[in-house]
């Protein structure tokens, strides 16, 4: 079984930056894709920024230019830096890695990390 932590949510104010990290644990083979998602109070859930294995990346039209997803492969590590914040990006934050493990394919998700953007 594949277990994710996440880290670095938090209050900031606009304009500022945090950056989100999600630990991926268990016996891993293969990564395919490591998403970050988020989900404000009313809203559905949505796509903020992807990579998938070759390293290629796709982000939400919300984000672009603004925020930057990476991964540290030897650590099974996602990021997400978050910079030029707004209130509008205030909610709680996803990670999403997809696989294969010793026990077969696996879609994990994260605990959440709330981010609020507010003065």
């Known amino acids: 079984q594949v277990q994710l932590v996440e880290s670095g949510g938090g209050l900031v104010q606009p304009g500022g930056s945090l950056r989100l990290s999600c630990a991926a644990s268990?016996?891993?083979?293969?990564?395919?894709?490591m998403n970050w998602y988020r989900q404000a109070p009313g809203k559905q859930r949505e796509l903020v920024a992807g990579?998938?294995?070759?390293?290629?990346?796709n982000y939400g039209d919300s984000v672009k230019g603004r925020f930057t997803i990476s991964r540290d492969n030897a650590k099974n590590t996602v990021y997400l830096q978050m910079n030029s914040l707004k209130p509008e990006d205030t909610a709680v934050y996803y990670c999403?890695?997809?696989?294969?493990?010793?026990?077969?394919?696996?879609?994990?998700w994260g605990q959440g990390t709330q981010v609020t953007v507010s003065s």
């Open positions: 999403n890695v997809r696989g294969r493990s010793l026990t077969g394919s696996f879609d994990s």
């Open positions: 268990g016996t891993i083979f293969i990564i395919n894709a």
């Open positions: 990579m998938a294995s070759g390293g290629s990346t």
